[in-house]
Each structure stands twice: as C-alpha cells, then as structure tokens.
C-alpha cells in the first residue's frame, strides 16, 4: 500500500493541529476511560511510545511527556465526512484501507470511531506500562514547555518531544484497533499519524494500512 505525506506549510491548519488558539472550539469536558478499555488502550499507548511512527524515534530521553487528555473533534464538527479539522486524507474513513477479507471488522473500527470521536479521555499516568517513566502535562504546564521546548522547564527536560493520542478505538472483538499518534518538537516540528493495530497471540501489531502521515 503506497503511503503519502502532507507537509503543512499553513500556520493556520498546522495550529489547529497542535492545539494552539485559533477560535475557541467547543471540546467536550474530560471523562473516565471506560472500563472495558484501559487495559488494551493503555497497552497499545505504551507500545506506541517505545515504537511507534514517531519524529525523535531515537533522541535521548529520560521521560515521556504526553498530553493530560486526549485529542478529540470539537463538538460542532462531524466526525465524518471530512472537515476542516479532519481535511480529507486526514480523516480516518480516507487515511486508511483495509484488506478485503478484514472489511467487516475495520468498519467496526470505524463505526467506533464514528461514535467517539468528540469523547475526550482524562489520561491516568499508573496505567502506562513503559520502560521510561511518564509525565502527564496539563494546559498549563503544555503551554510552559511549548514556550522553549530547546530549554523547557527542568521539570520537562530530557523529554524529546511532547506525544498526543486519540481514544483507542475498536472492533467489537477488541480484536483491531485504530489511534492517533503526534509528536510536537518544537515550532512547526511535528508529525501525526494514524495507527492501525492487531492484537496477535496477546500483543498488539502495527499494519501497513494507513497511507497518509502528516509533517509540518
């Protein structure tokens, strides 16, 4: 499967993707990741950390800084068909393709997708499962480090990078599983994928179904 990239050379849309202000969509208020989701969410949040598709794969790091909550699609925008804060080829119906023979169970995917899209996930630090150990930045502490992300406050150094995820969504088996991955590092640095994940023998696969990633 051929893979594209975007480059964003728009400040406007490249904002927008970081969360800087530009208008004042309405988010919906955190909540509790659901119960039936935290271990396979977490587990998948973990293995894309020490592996995943990300800018600084091998920069020096003590810790990793991730964003207090995930990212969602504000409310007044549809989670499908495309928008502006999901242009086309971003949106996961257009940024990934699954086999024929997997069809059945990728819409279930994306029909979960389809019905969580504007829930945002209050993130819990305990349930990371990783080698490093996790800091979990606030709206206040993300706009302290995103001042000088070079010379961040000594409470975010030796983070290389700020990570953000979507909920995990699934299918019904919890058997495949789509999240957005990105990685701020600094300035217009940054990149965002989607990832497509298939629990294999109790562990959780990456798949070559996804053809667009997103670099600014």
Avoid at 96 to 101: L, N, S, V, Y
Wanted: net charge negative.
């Amino acid at each position: 499967m051929r893979t594209y990239t975007l480059l964003l050379f728009c400040l406007g849309l490249a904002a927008q993707l970081l969360g800087q202000p530009g208008g004042t969509p309405r988010i919906a208020q955190p909540i509790s990741m659901p119960g039936d989701r935290v271990e396979d969410s977490y587990a998948i949040y973990s293995r894309l950390l020490e592996s995943g598709p990300i800018e600084w794969r091998n920069a020096s790091r003590k810790q990793w800084l991730i964003e207090d909550i995930t990212n969602a699609i504000p409310l007044d925008f549809a989670c499908n068909p495309a928008s502006e804060v999901r242009p086309r080829g971003m949106n996961p119906h257009d940024a990934a393709e699954a086999p024929e023979d997997r069809q059945t169970a990728w819409n279930e995917v994306l029909a979960d997708y389809d019905q969580r899209c504007h829930d945002v996930i209050q993130l819990n630090r305990e349930s990371f499962r990783t080698e490093l150990p996790v800091r979990l930045l606030n709206a206040k502490d993300k706009e302290s480090y995103m001042k000088d992300p070079v010379r961040p406050p000594a409470e975010f150094a030796d983070g290389a990078g700020l990570h953000r995820f979507t909920e995990v969504f699934f299918n019904v088996d919890h058997t495949l599983a789509l999240v957005e991955e990105g990685m701020w590092c600094g300035s217009l640095c940054g990149n965002w994928t989607w990832v497509v994940l298939e629990r294999r023998e109790g562990r959780w696969e990456t798949l070559p179904w996804v053809h667009m990633v997103v670099f600014s």
